[in-house]
């Protein structure tokens, strides 16, 4: 597990994160939200060693985070990048024994990620031959090829076609659910809602909200239900107790002011003839992300 | 960073590794290497295929004539022995034959040379007279400037081959692989395998200078000239090494305040003077032993200053001692402070990057 304790960072007068506290849990898959300038790619190098905190901690397992251990993580930086002029399966392999992977088994492990990743059969091509897509897999490759005991991606799936999204995707869930951490950043709230377990929300370099997705859906969101009716749906604004959120003809969307007051509009409804779906509304992330920053 | 030891020098040996690879599948550093074997041997072997001038001697008094007659060389006569002298010394002639008058001789003359004896005039006479030498010194001037242009030039070249570390550090820099390598490996590995890889490179080429400059030699006919270079060349090779591994560290860290290879040029002026500055040093003042002295402590320039004053005879074992050991002090100086320098700006992005910045910047990494 991956602890980050109060981590602060400045540039210059600019102060870039400032107690940061999170943490990467095993076998789960943890979003990092947060807008363009928030603090998400500073924090994920300071992680990483390529940037040292001014204050705070890293510490994995318990104990603080030393060159050894770093060297069994996995990054993917957001600016991508690889040796141009090197054949794909040879700098991945490369990468794989830089990160302490003996020769065999770096190469044995890269035949296999291109595989998955389906790029096997330009494994021989140099890097600069390849579509940016391909590219972006290579780096992938290459923050996978050393079995990473926590892979932290910096906007994994920014310049990925839909198919290459899910195939990326299948790679990810398969590490994560052997048990390694995984943090990743995206500013594409709906990749994340579907994707992480937890999520961690940096807004000016401070955490404005962290822990299990569906236990913040229940923290930042108002309870609301959608009611569906035959006739027109407006009389639901004299409802005591609710706030009318939208209404569309025979929809309704509705938050409680009072607890119990969805039963009285569903009374109500079916007082007034047939209901055709009454159901509560789950805040998205964008929502929690909206009201938590 | 508390990587261990091992981690570090195997971290090391693979940045070497690639650099190394990287290097023998470039077409210009095959293109470089071909260009110095053939300029050596052209440079021996075409001076005897084209023949150039035919030997001149002088030769005083009809007994000389007589015995230089049928030499093949070409023989000037003159009146004196005062004359001949003169035209020794003026390097007019390359040697003259005299009359022997103390009896010494078999065939009743003696020879007078400059510096060396001269073997094609001595060669051509049935009988080896006695031979005087106007100018004693060990080496002659024509060889002495000759191996003077030979070690400036290897220097130049691979004190500018240092460019390549510069340019591959900016390449790591420009494609952001440095942020996946320095979150991998210390920032000082990375920085000691591409000097051991590119100081490894230099080595192979002169192993390969090293066998191919006596071949070329002895292909020449200058075997004599080989057996005068072999001590000079056996000092030359540790101080063109050390004196690659100082500029080379240099080099990474004109590379590393630079993020695009057009900035490049901005950063490596300092560099070159480095180089270019004791090549043109050594060439101009070869003659001022004065100067030459001084250049031949001072780092930088004593990796060819000190082997041309062996060479030359004018330098003893302990100085070249001495001024090999300052070499290799500065070397571990420049080493730590580029280390420092090269992880304070190896993450920077943007312009150029002021050295000063560059060393402030140094908590930026935890290498």
Redesign the interface.
Known sequence: MLTVTSIGRSFGDHQVLDGVSFEVRAGRMTGFLGANGSGKTTTM?IV?????AHSGTVTWDGAPV???V??R?G?M?E????????GVAEQIA??G????LDKATAQRNTARLLEELELDHRAEDRLEELSLGNQQRAQIA??LVHDPVLLILDEPFSGLDPIAVETVLGVLRERASAGVPVLFSSHQLSVVERLCDDVVIISGGKIAASGARDELRTRYGTPRFELVVASDAGWVRDVPGVRVVDVDGPRAVFELLEPDADQVVLGTALGRGPVRGFSPVVPTLDEIFMEAI | MTTGKQSFTTATRLIAEREIKTFLRSKGFWIGLAVIVLGLFAMSVLPTVLGGDQTKVAAVGSKAVEVMAGSGLEVRQVDDVEAARALVRDEEVEAAVVPDDGGTSATGVRVIALNDPPVDVLASLRTTPPVDLLDASEVGQGVRQLVIMVFALVFLMFGMGGTAIAQSTVTEKQTRIVEILVSTVPVRALLAGKIAGHTLLTLGQVAVIAIVAPLALSLGGHSQLLALIAPALGWFVPFLLLGFVLLASMWAVAGSLVSRQEDLGSSMGLVVMLVIGPYFGVMFFADNATVMTVLSFVPFSSAIAMPVRLFAGQAQAWEALVAMGLLAATVVVIVLLASKVYSGSLMHTGGKLALAKAWAGRDNTQA
């Open positions: 190098r990483l060693g390529v940037l040292a030393t060159g050894a770093r060297q993580f990054y930086p600016e991508r990048g690889l040796y141009p002029k090197m490369w990468l024994r830089l990160h302490g290459a923050a």
